[in-house]
C-alpha cells in the first residue's frame, strides 16, 4: 500500500482558452456600437509543443427580455426539490434548402438534454408525449399554440432552429418559453462554425440554469485526465459530459497529476519527460511549455493556488516528502509547509487561500490533515478506515471529497466537512474507486473507478446519485482533474 502514496495516485489538473464578442439588444433593438468582449476559454493542443486553436468569435443577440418575477424559480437548496417540468423541441431547418447537417443537429439536441437533465433540476419531457405538428409549428410565439404543451404539462418550452449564410457559418436561434405565461424568457441567436454547434448547446444551456436557478451553469467546463497510451501516460482533455475528447501531451513518457490554473488558462502536471519527474506548466495563451521545478528527486502533485501566483507540491529533499508552496512563475521555494517524517503528498488549497489540505501517514497509515498555512498548525480530520488519500478542497469551501478504504479492502468515495464531520459514503460496492475531484459549481464528482474492468472516469452527484459513466478507452484512464468555468 505504500506505493499508492508514494506515488500518489491521487492528483489533480489541466488545460486552456478562447475568446467571445458578445452583443446584447433589449427588445429587439440592438444599441448602437455596441460590442462588449469577454474572454472564453476553450482547448487548444499540445503534441511535442502547444498548438491553440484559432480564436473564432461568436456573436449573440438577445431578442426579448422578460421579467425574471413571472418565472417559476427552482430552489436547488431545498431539502426536497419538485422537478420542473420543460420540453425541448428538435431543432428546426429554417431554409427551404437542405443543408446536410440533419444528424449534427441531431446530436446537438441531444447535447441540450442532457445538459438540463444532468442537474437534476429538470424533468426533460419524452418526445413521444408531444402533441405539436413539427412540420406546421415554428420556433416564434406567434407560430407556438401553447396549449399543445401546458396539456401535457410543459411548464418550460425550448425551441430553436438554424439556418447556413452565404458565407458558410451557422446562425442557430434559441429562445426558452414560459408556457402559461406564453411569453419568451430567453432569446438568442448565436452565428459561429458548423462545429461549434454542440458548444452552442452548451452555452445556451448554461443560459436557461441561471435563468431558472440564478446559478452559473458548468456546461462548458472541461475534465482532464491520464490516459495510459501504448504503454505511456498522456494528458488527455474531454468536455464535462465525456464527449470532444483529445490529446494534451504526445511526450511518449510519463504524465502524471494534471491541475488547472484558475483562470483556465495554464495547465500543470508532473512529467517524466527528462528523466526526472519535474513539475510542467504549459501556458496556452504564449504557446510556452516550462520546467518550473526541476528539483532533483519528486516535483509531484502541484495544485494551485486560489490567486494563480503560487502553486503547493510535494518536494522529496533529502530522505523526506514534504508540501512546499512555490511561485509559480519562477518555481522558486516560498514556504514549507511541512517538516514532519513520513510522506505528505496530495496538497489541495482552501478556496479563501488560508489553508491546505493534504495526505500523510505521519500516524503510521495514509489520513487527512489540515494545515492553517499563516499559523502553521497541522490539523488531523480524519479517523475513520486506515487509509484516507486524495483530498480535494470543494470550490464553495464547505466540504472535502477523498478516496478512502472500507472494510471489504476497496477503496471508495467520501465526502466530509472540513473539519471531518459528517462523513458520506458517495461509492460502495463497485470494485476501487479513486481520484475524486469537484466540479466548479460542487454539485459533481468525477472520479476513476475499475468497476467496469479497466480504470474509466466517471462522474456521481454529490448526493450519490446518479452515476455516469464518460470514457470508454482501452487503457487506464485515471487522475481526473474538473477545469473551472470556461464559458
Keep these: ?66 421579467d425574471s418575477s413571472a418565472l417559476v424559480y427552482i430552489d436547488i437548496n431545498a431539502p426536497v426539490l419538485e422537478k420542473f417540468p420543460i420540453a425541448i423541441t428538435p431543432l428546426k431547418n429554417l431554409d427551404s434548402a437542405d443543408s ?45 399554440d401553447f396549449d399543445d404543451w401546458t396539456i401535457i404539462g410543459a411548464e418550460g418550452l425550448v425551441k430553436g432552429g438554424y439556418r447556413v449564410k452565404n458565407d458558410g457559418m451557422l446562425e442557430v436561434e434559441m429562445r426558452l418559453f414560459d408556457t402559461f405565461l406564453k411569453q419568451m424568457i430567453i432569446g438568442k441567436k448565436y452565428i459561429g462554425t458548423k462545429a461549434d454547434i454542440k458548444r452552442i448547446m452548451h452555452r445556451f444551456a448554461n443560459e436557461i440554469l441561471l435563468k431558472f436557478t440564478g446559478e452559473r451553469g458548468i456546461f462548458g467546463s472541461k475534465i482532464s485526465y491520464v490516459q495510459d497510451t501504448n504503454g505511456y501516460k498522456e494528458i ?13 501531451t504526445r511526450d511518449f513518457s ?73 511561485d509559480a512563475v519562477t518555481g522558486e521555494i516560498v514556504k514549507r509547509l511541512t517538516k514532519y517524517w513520513g510522506i505528505d503528498v496530495s496538497p489541495t488549497w482552501s478556496p479563501d487561500g488560508e489553508k491546505i489540505a493534504f495526505t500523510s501517514d505521519r500516524s503510521g497509515n495514509p489520513n487527512i490533515y489540515v494545515a492553517n498555512i499563516r499559523a502553521g498548525e497541522i490539523k ?7 487509509y484516507n488519500s486524495s483530498p480535494e478542497w470543494s470550490p464553495a469551501g464547505d466540504k472535502i471529497v477523498f478516496c478512502g478504504r ?33 466540479s466548479p459549481d460542487s454539485r459533481r464528482i468525477a472520479f476513476a ?39
Excluded at 440592438?30 to 473564432?56: M, Q, T, V
Excluded at 447537417?101 to 442532457?114: D, F, I, K, Q, V
Excluded at 504564449?286 to 503547493?312: C, F
Design 236 to 248: 488527455f482533455v474531454m468536455d464535462y459530459d465525456g464527449n470532444n475528447i483529445f490529446q494534451i
Design 100 to 144: 446536410g447537417l440533419e444528424n449534427r443537429m441531431r446530436g446537438a439536441y441531444h447535447t441540450l438534454r442532457n445538459d438540463l437533465d444532468s442537474t437534476g433540476f429538470f424533468d426533460v419531457l419524452d418526445p413521444v408525449m408531444f402533441l405539436e405538428d413539427p412540420n406546421k409549428a415554428g420556433i416564434t410565439i406567434s407560430s407556438t
Design 406 to 438: 472500507t472494510k471489504d479492502g476497496k477503496f471508495n468515495i467520501f465526502t466530509m466537512n472540513t473539519d471531518g464531520s459528517d462523513l458520506l459514503q458517495l461509492t460502495s460496492q463497485a470494485g476501487d474507486n479513486e481520484h475524486p475531484t469537484w
Design 254 to 326: 510519463i504524465n502524471l497529476s494534471p491541475a488547472w490554473s484558475p483562470d483556465g488558462l495554464k495547465l500543470s502536471y508532473t512529467s517524466y519527460k527528462h528523466g526526472n519527474p519535474d513539475l510542467v506548466i504549459n501556458d496556452f495563451v504564449k504557446r510556452e511549455t516550462l520546467r518550473v521545478s526541476k528539483r532533483r528527486g519528486l516535483n509531484l502533485g502541484a495544485e494551485w493556488a486560489p490567486d494563480g501566483k503560487k502553486a503547493a507540491l510535494t518536494l522529496s529533499r533529502g530522505n523526506n516528502s514534504d508540501i512546499y508552496i512555490i
Design 1 to 66: 500500500m505504500k506505493n499508492r502514496l508514494t506515488v500518489a495516485k491521487w492528483q489533480k489538473n489541466i488545460i486552456p482558452p478562447k475568446n467571445v464578442a458578445v452583443s446584447t439588444c433589449q427588445k429587439g433593438v440592438r444599441p448602437a456600437g455596441a460590442k462588449g468582449e469577454f474572454p472564453l476559454k476553450w482547448i487548444g493542443r499540445h503534441a511535442h509543443r502547444l498548438i491553440l486553436k484559432s480564436i473564432f468569435l461568436l456573436f449573440i443577440y438577445i431578442f426579448i427580455p422578460v
Design 449 to 487: 473507478s475499475n468497476r467496469a474492468g479497466k480504470y474509466e472516469i466517471f462522474v456521481i452527484n454529490a448526493d450519490g446519485t446518479n452515476i455516469r459513466r464518460l470514457t470508454d478507452a482501452k487503457g487506464d484512464s485515471t487522475s481526473p482533474s474538473w477545469s473551472p468555468r470556461l464559458e
Design 380 to 386: 488531523r480530520i480524519t479517523y475513520d478506515g486506515k
